[in-house]
Antibody, heavy 124, light 111 residues
Framework: QLQLQESGPGLVKPSETLSLTCTVSGASISTSSYYWGWIRQPPGKGLEWIGSISYSGSTYSNPSLKSRVTISVDTSKNHFSLKLTSVTAADTAVYYC????????????????WGQGTLVTVSS | QLVLTQSPSASASLGASVKLTCTLSSAHSSYAIAWHQQQPEKGPRYLMKLNSDGGHNKGDGIPDRFSGSSSGAERYLTISSLQPEDEADYYC?????????FGGGTKLTVL
């Protein structure tokens, strides 16, 4: 059974960099059949896609966050990571990782497996 | 611009059926979507992918009570024989050319 688990600091100071890792178990991340994505949810609000990465390192990001987002993949550790720079209180959210299917054009499609999420609070 | 529109809330009685709607922006009316369920204090769960012709692929273990259908730019999620555990937020999601978009979500209350 595929499982995804987010990990990283729960508290980040304003202007610093948020760093999270998603460890995948039950399947290899080194498959051309999927992308691997990050989604966030501010308290009491809806879901916002952050970005997705393939095992080979091809990335797609939300245009509203693109300048601050870096997503990377480590196939040897079967995990992928998110870095979000220059954070503010508006970046406080539960951050989820998820498996992203391929669209017919081999770009990110829909999410079919989700992690349980991790709350990151931005505060001094 | 690729946009998904959902009503903020819906309600139905225990044991009844409810139909939730997700509307695609008019230029994208033929697009497929996915439905996700988020129970209180939990992470989202994939329910199904829903095509423009109404065909759908459900996720592992999703009960037969959950079904999908389509009409024009509208995509529907029907839940029959409502159970207490169906009280949740329901999100639709779509994708295009490397962009992924979520609807604002519908909060379903089971009365």
């Amino acid at each position: 059974q595929l499982q995804l688990q987010e990990s990283g600091p729960g508290l980040v100071k304003p202007s610093e960099t948020l760093s999270l890792t998603c460890t995948v178990s039950g399947a290899s991340i080194s498959t051309s059949s999927y992308y691997w994505g990050w989604i966030r949810q501010p308290p009491g609000k809806g879901l916002e896609w952050i970005g997705s990465i393939s095992y080979s390192g091809s990335t797609y990001s939300n245009p509203s966050l693109k300048s601050r987002v870096t997503i990377s993949v480590d196939t040897s550790k079967n995990h992928f990571s998110l870095k979000l720079t220059s954070v503010t209180a508006a970046d406080t959210a539960v951050y989820y990782c998820a498996r992203n299917t391929l669209s017919v054009t081999s770009r990110p499609g829909y999410f079919d497996y989700w992690g349980q999420g991790t709350l990151v609070t931005v505060s001094s | 611009q690729l946009v998904l529109t959902q009503s903020p809330s819906a309600s139905a009685s225990l044991g009844a059926s409810v139909k939730l709607t997700c509307t695609l922006s008019s230029a994208h009316s033929s697009y497929a979507i996915a439905w996700h369920q988020q129970q209180p204090e939990k992470g989202p769960r994939y329910l199904m992918k829903l095509n423009s012709d109404g065909g759908h692929n459900k996720g592992d273990g999703i009960p037969d009570r959950f079904s999908g259908s389509s009409s024009g730019a509208e995509r529907y999620l029907t839940i029959s024989s409502l159970q207490p555990e169906d009280e949740a937020d329901y999100y639709c999601q779509t994708w295009d050319s490397g962009l992924v978009v979520f609807g604002g979500g519908t909060k379903l209350t089971v009365l």
